[in-house]
């Protein structure tokens, strides 16, 4: 996986996969908001794909970071 904004690969975990940090760095809001519009699909339906909450899938399509990992 390369970071869109610089073309390079997020820092691993040592569990072989991206850090929890490098993911939400590398997260981009508006492509996600775009996403969902061409699959004409509402913050709703993205939320039940997703198996999480409306609110929560919704704060992670803001442009402004929201709450760090727990």
């Not at 869109?4 to 490098?22: F, L």
């Not at 929560?56 to 727990?70: F, L, V």
């Given at each position: 996986?390369?970071?869109?904004?610089?073309?390079?690969?997020?820092?691993?975990?040592?569990?072989?996969?991206?850090?929890?940090?490098?993911?939400a760095d590398?997260?981009?809001?508006?492509?996600?908001?775009?996403?969902?519009?061409?699959?004409?699909?509402?913050?709703?339906?993205?939320?039940?794909?997703?198996?999480?909450?409306p609110p929560?899938?919704?704060?992670?399509?803001?442009?402004?970071?929201?709450?760090?990992?727990?």
């Open positions: 996986m390369r970071d869109s904004g610089t073309g390079r690969r997020p820092p691993h975990s040592g569990t072989g996969g991206p850090s929890p940090q490098a993911v590398a997260f981009d809001a508006t492509r996600l908001t775009q996403a969902r519009h061409l699959a004409a699909l509402t913050k709703k339906e993205v939320a039940e794909h997703l198996g999480v909450s929560r899938s919704a704060s992670t399509s803001r442009a402004s970071p929201g709450p760090g990992p727990t």
